[in-house]
């Protein structure tokens, strides 16, 4: 009960944003997951999911579509990225995607497309795909990763990460090399594999 309560609050809060109208309703994206239109498509939103007193995560999108047969929230670039923020006990980490997809249940977040992460403490994650698990407050992926921290950059397959980023570990093909000061990620000299 107090679960449907938190979903029919936070969607009264939603329509105080802006609904899209009817027409867009019906055109919505082809890479959207589900079939037929969207119950509810939102612009411009900003979510916050609370877990007691404590902030899980917050999103800001130009587009939501939600799909409660699915169980959904389909955020979405239109001319801005997809910006989430995961909070952990030291800080925050920032992600930019192309996309986000939020299970109304389990609170879970994937991020697909162009998918760049930053920590206060310093460490990058860039890849195509990963899912940030709520009930762990874990990163995983099965997709390419590159994570940066200072100079050293390490390179692999598939990941399992604490929301940090402080401790990582990567699956498979994994090489490390430094950084030239002042260079930009992936542009220096690939050193020996650890």
């Given at each position: 009960m107090r679960r449907c309560l938190q979903t029919i609050i936070l969607l009264g809060l939603l329509l105080r944003f802006a609904v899209a109208a009817p027409e867009a309703q019906a055109g919505a994206t082809a890479g959207a997951m589900g079939s037929g239109p969207p119950d509810l498509v939102l612009r411009q939103i900003h979510l916050v999911e609370m877990r007691g007193e404590s902030v899980l995560w917050e999103v800001w999108a130009d587009q939501v579509e939600m799909r409660e047969a699915e169980g959904t929230g389909i955020l979405s670039r239109v001319t801005n990225p997809v910006v989430v923020v995961l909070y952990f006990n030291q800080g925050q980490l920032r992600c930019t995607a192309d996309r986000a997809t939020v299970d109304l249940k389990t609170k879970d977040v994937r991020l697909d497309g162009a998918v760049v992460a930053r920590s206060d403490q310093g460490s990058q994650l860039e890849t195509e795909s990963v899912r940030w698990l709520a009930a762990s407050r874990r990163l995983v992926t099965d997709r390419p990763v590159t994570i940066s921290r200072g100079?050293?950059?390490?390179?692999?397959?598939?990941?399992?990460?604490?929301?940090?980023?402080?401790?990582?570990?990567?699956f498979q093909n994994i090489t490390s090399y430094l950084q030239p000061s002042g260079a930009a990620p992936g542009t220096g000299r690939r050193g020996a594999s650890p």
């Open positions: 100079n050293l950059v390490t390179q692999g397959r598939g990941m399992d990460a604490e929301t940090s980023l402080e401790r990582v570990r990567i």
